[in-house]
């Protein structure tokens, strides 16, 4: 079975391609994005768990 791990980053408008680009490089995938409490938008994303 697959072990996931996960995390958030803030996403700026601008710059949104360059932020979900250096994550998928580093083999991130996206799951979600969502507006953050302060209105902000928020990126969760996921990868396979090293054993």
Same mark, same amino acid.
């Given at each position: 079975?697959?072990?996931?791990?996960?995390?958030?980053?803030?996403?700026?408008?601008?710059?949104?391609?360059?932020?979900?680009?250096?994550?998928?490089?580093?083999?991130?995938?996206? /799951?979600?994005? /969502?507006?953050?409490?302060?209105?902000?938008? /928020?990126?969760?994303?996921?990868?396979?768990?090293?054993?």
């Amino acid at each position: 079975m697959t072990q996931w791990e996960y995390t958030t980053t803030p996403l700026l408008i601008h710059t949104t391609t360059a932020i979900l680009n250096n994550w998928g490089e580093q083999g991130w995938e996206l /799951v979600q994005i /969502v507006t953050g409490p302060e209105g902000g938008l /928020v990126a969760y994303l996921k990868r396979p768990k090293d054993a």
